[in-house]
């Protein structure tokens, strides 16, 4: 390339560190070099640059456009990072391996790009070009400013490059006075994308003092929103910002990163003051005065020592003050900030502190917990820069639990993320269920309350009053979240100290509790796990026992009044309530059992309504199991029969037909015959024999009960029972009378929940009777129920039997997408029956779009879990499906095979019209007319499809394959 001459891109370059490498051993830095020139040489031909000289290991390049030259610096540090060192290279400081993946790997290279014109001339020994003057010293200043592994510009290389450098992470580094040089130069690092995460010391020049802040060693995580909040009130005309969290999340290093960020828009600079240590208003003064490097006048009064301070502010024009750490002082510091905001009109103020300043003026920015991606992002990346390494998909459910363990507060991950060199996340959070002393920091640079977590909460500790300490103390019995009501049950304090009400609120404004809004709904409070484990070394045991009593017999009411009310007028409200408060009946359950058994088996009882409906299922069979203890401490009838009930109910959702059976039948003997109890045992007595084929077993007990049943409620319950059997019969009309009699019945008794189930049981039963209209409008008004009461499971019944529906209509896209947010729904609740179902409706869906190997997986799933929950006339549909599966997949003697399979289920469960179609089918496949008893029980469509299929059969394989797809997959439920 010719030498570009007028207006030039100079790049100057050289090694970091080459003296000590030097030293070390010259044939490995003659080896090194090697590789370093190649690079640069290789990179620069393939720049379009133009190599002026070098010097030992110093490059000066010159470029026509300063794009080319930013371009040609990203791609030298890219292909330093891979070069082929030699690993004894590796192993100096100067060339190390720094991070996982790496950030620096090899020799490290400076670069430095300034543009202008320079003197142009030739060297008279060499012959090439070469360049002179202002232009090249400062390219060369520019470059002697940084360090190695970072590219430097100047502010007219910047301008030059513009929008060539939109992929590269750029960060403004300010103005600089350079050595040597009278003019002040705007720097700014430029980095390729990959190694964006490379941290370095302050540039190296003659501060231009703008700010007495230093760049962060390591990047701000998670903070976006926070920081554009900042940012925006400031914007919009704020003065005073206060960043409020508890200890350990982030306030300082929030502060810090915006006022470096948004230094260039502070013609006065960036200050900042840490007021850490001041315990009084002329501790404030004297620190602030430091930061601007103000002489107080000796013996000054606070006022007059405030005014000079506010002149000496006003003076520096628009600047942007932080006063860090306030909490310990805001009385004090709350009128000096009042002046000052008046004396300095221009000025700005960032403040931090665990509770708000009180100020007219103050607009507060809440930090709490990172969200998850955030959290993990901050324990990878802290475990990363001391050598723990993880895999970021495997890895993620056990950094995940971590981070939940630690609250996701920045200063406990950052804690934490050096134990992970020696420990599995798993470990480490076993380790911390022994307390919190675990996270300590082994720096020394490092403020004492940032080099613990319980350094961080005994600095919040220290600064509450005797009513607030007792308050906090007694809030350790409270699990997850707590209302103001809650609270002001079961904390007690002194005559003398002020409302609860007061106090939880001054506990709040100290950052000691997050706070939770739901929409519609009460603030709702959560104590951090870390000052939980906290209060465990300081709480009076025998105040913390009396009030986990109060807890309990609060908890224990309160969820029985949701249980009541989650069936009427106020059901959504009352169901989401519930939901809220399923922490704090855990820990009733938990903490009652040996001592208080009513309270557990009634806390017990309120859990498994919650749980009922939107799982987990694990914890609910935990729940059941802990709720039985405590039943048979008590040896209550009445408790006895509900628990066993309930436990019947769940193990039939889970398949378990046996031990539901086994449970019904304890249940029975704490059930006297008139009981209101009743009702429920035969409706899942009727159940399990329905699901068995024993249809005049199921009538039996339901008759029974319809005649014992002493409220609309039960007679609801009953009906739908009687219902589902006759549709089961396929006796359509009567079980469609039967469920708009249980609908009516259940309106009555003011039971929403009931309602909703018993409206999408209408629509199955349409649904059967080919009423597609009607079964839709059916499913649709269910779903609205559902979703209004929250019932996560229901919700996933709907779902799946509406997605089974636009199937039928040939919407096999919104069918199958309806099913697949149905699965996860049911397997939350521990449904698998329904979940079986859900896998049938997918497979037929999947057979009639064609998709023929999906359709059998689902298919197959669908038959598993039905024979698992003894569903046996569901099993027999799946065998017959899968038959028609394989005869669409051209597979008829495999088909043929299945239906023989199918055959004894079929005629075990007595269904004559699934009967009637699995013989016409087979018939079909078989190549032979349909038996006369099939053809007459079928629609006249799906005789002429038959026949369709039995004239194909005899003559061409391949037209039977398609005939077949085309007709059975029209009509497959339908007929059943």
């Excluded at 060499?126 to 400062?138: A, L």
């Excluded at 409706?683 to 005649?707: M, S, V």
Aim: hydrophobic residues 50%.
């Amino acid at each position: 390339m010719d030498a570009p001459t007028g207006t030039v891109a100079l790049v100057f370059t050289d090694v970091q560190g080459s003296t000590a490498i030097w030293e070390h051993g010259a044939a490995l830095m003659r080896a090194a070099l090697a590789i370093h020139d190649a690079v640069m040489r290789r990179t620069l031909a393939a720049s379009d640059g133009f190599e002026v000289k070098t010097e030992g290991d110093a490059f000066m390049a010159a470029f026509v456009r300063a794009a080319d030259a930013a371009a040609w610096c990203q791609r030298v540090q890219l292909a330093l990072l891979d070069a082929p060192w030699p690993e004894e290279l590796m192993e100096l400081a100067d060339a190390a391996i720094v991070g996982d993946p790496p950030r620096f790997r090899g020799l490290r290279v400076r670069m430095g790009i300034h543009v202008g014109e320079p003197d142009c001339r030739p060297d008279p020994v060499t012959g090439r070009m070469d360049y002179f003057g202002p232009v090249v010293n400062r390219a060369a200043r520019v470059a002697s400013a940084g360090h190695g592994g970072q590219i430097l510009v100047s502010q007219a290389a910047l301008a030059a490059a513009g929008a060539a450098l939109a992929d590269a992470a750029v960060i403004d580094l300010g103005e600089h006075r350079l050595k040597g040089l009278v003019a002040a130069e705007h720097l700014f690092q430029i980095l390729p994308r990959r190694l964006a995460d490379r941290a370095f010391p302050p540039v190296r020049t003659v501060a231009a003092p703008r700010t007495n802040l230093t760049p962060a060693a390591t990047a701000l995580v998670g903070r976006t929103d926070e920081l554009a909040r900042v940012g925006a009130s400031f914007d919009t005309g704020a003065r005073l910002v206060t960043v409020v969290g508890p200890g350990g999340s982030g306030k300082t290093r929030l502060a810090r990163e915006h006022a470096l960020t948004h230094l260039a828009d502070y013609r006065g600079g960036a200050w900042f003051v840490d007021l850490s240590q001041a315990r009084g208003e002329s501790d404030v003064q004297s620190t602030v005065a430091g930061a601007l490097g103000v002489a107080l006048p000796a013996g000054a009064s606070a006022a007059d020592a405030t005014a000079v301070l506010g002149r000496a502010l006003a003076a520096r024009d628009h600047l942007l003050f932080v006063l860090d750490n306030l909490e310990q002082i805001v009385i004090s510091a709350a009128p000096a900030l009042r002046a000052w905001l008046e004396a300095a009109p221009r000025a700005m103020f960032l403040v931090t502190s665990r509770q708000p300043l009180g100020l007219a003026e103050e607009v507060t920015v809440e930090l709490g917990a990172l969200d998850d991606d955030a959290a993990i992002h901050l324990l990878l990346d802290r475990a990363g820069r001391v050598g723990a390494t993880f895999d970021p998909i495997t890895d993620r459910p056990a950094l995940r639990a971590l981070a939940e363990r630690l609250d996701r507060l920045p200063l406990a991950l950052e804690l934490a993320a050096p134990r992970l060199r020696a420990l599995s996340p798993a470990q480490l959070v076993e380790r911390l269920t022994q307390g919190i002393d675990l996270l300590r920091r082994v720096a020394r640079d490092v403020p004492e309350r940032h080099a613990s977590l319980r350094a961080a909460i005994a600095a919040s500790w220290d600064l509450l009053d005797a009513a607030e300490r007792a308050a906090i103390a007694q809030c350790a019995v409270f699990q997850g979240s707590f209302t103001v009501e809650a609270a002001e049950d079961v904390i007690v304090l002194d005559d003398e100290a002020p409302p609860v009400l007061d106090v939880v609120l001054a506990l709040r404004d100290k950052s000691l509790f997050a706070t939770l809004r739901a929409p519609g709904a009460a603030p709702r409070f959560v104590i951090y796990g870390a000052v939980r484990q906290f209060l465990d070394d300081v709480a009076d045991p025998e105040q913390l026992a009396e009030a986990s009593d109060r807890h309990a017999r609060h908890y224990v009411a309160t969820g029985e009044r949701l249980v009541r009310e989650s069936i009427g007028p106020r059901a959504p409200e009352a169901f989401a309530e519930l939901g809220r408060e399923i922490d704090n009946l855990r820990a009733v359950l938990a903490r009652s059992v040996p001592n208080h058994p009513g309270l557990a088996t009634r806390a017990a009882l309120c859990l498994e309504h919650a749980l009922n409906s939107r799982g987990p299922g694990a914890l609910r069979a935990e729940v059941l199991d802990a709720g039985l203890a405590a039943a048979k401490i008590c040896a209550h009838d009445h408790s006895l029969a509900k628990i066993h009930l309930a436990r019947a109910r769940f193990a039939r959702l889970r398949g378990d037909q046996a031990g539901a059976g086994a449970e019904l039948d304890r249940a029975a003997l704490h059930i006297p015959d008139d009981d209101a109890l009743v009702p429920h045992l035969a409706y899942e007595r009727a159940y399990l024999a329905r699901l068995a084929g024993r249809f005049d077993e199921a009538a039996a007990l339901l008759e029974h009960a319809l005649a014992a049943v002493r409220d609309d409620a039960g007679r609801a319950l009953v009906l739908d029972g009687r219902a589902a059997l006759a549709q089961d019969r396929a006796h359509l009309p009567e079980a469609e009378a039967d469920v708009r009699a249980a609908i009516d019945a259940a309106a009555r008794a003011g039971d929403v929940r009931l309602e909703a189930r018993l409206r999408q049981n209408l629509g199955a039963i349409r649904h059967d009777a080919g009423d597609l209209d009607g079964a839709d409008e059916a499913y649709r008004a269910a779903l609205d129920a559902v979703r209004a009461l929250g019932d996560a499971r229901l919700e996933g019944v709907v779902l799946a039997n509406l997605g089974n529906l636009l199937g039928d209509r040939g919407r096999n896209d919104e069918a199958r997408a309806l099913i697949d947010s149905a699965l996860p729904l049911l397997a939350a609740a521990g449904d698998a029956g329904f979940a079986a179902h859900a896998h049938m409706y997918r497979g037929l869906v999947a057979l009639r779009a064609g998709r023929i190997a999906d359709g059998r997986v689902d298919l197959e799933k669908a038959r598993q879990g039905h024979a698992v929950a003894g569903a046996r006339r569901f099993e027999a549909l799946d065998r017959g499906y899968l038959a028609i599966a394989a005869a669409l997949h051209g597979q008829r003697a495999d088909a043929l095979a299945r239906f023989a399979e199918a055959a004894p289920l079929v005629a075990e469960v007595a269904d004559q019209h699934m009967q009637i179609y699995f013989a016409a089918c087979a018939a079909a496949i078989g190549a032979t007319p349909p038996p006369a008893v099939a053809r007459a029980g079928l629609p006249s469509w799906l005789v002429d499809a038959l026949d369709r299929l039995a004239g194909a059969a005899a003559t061409d394989a391949d037209t039977t394959h398609a005939a077949l797809a085309a007709a059975l997959a029209a009509a497959l439920v339908r007929a059943a």
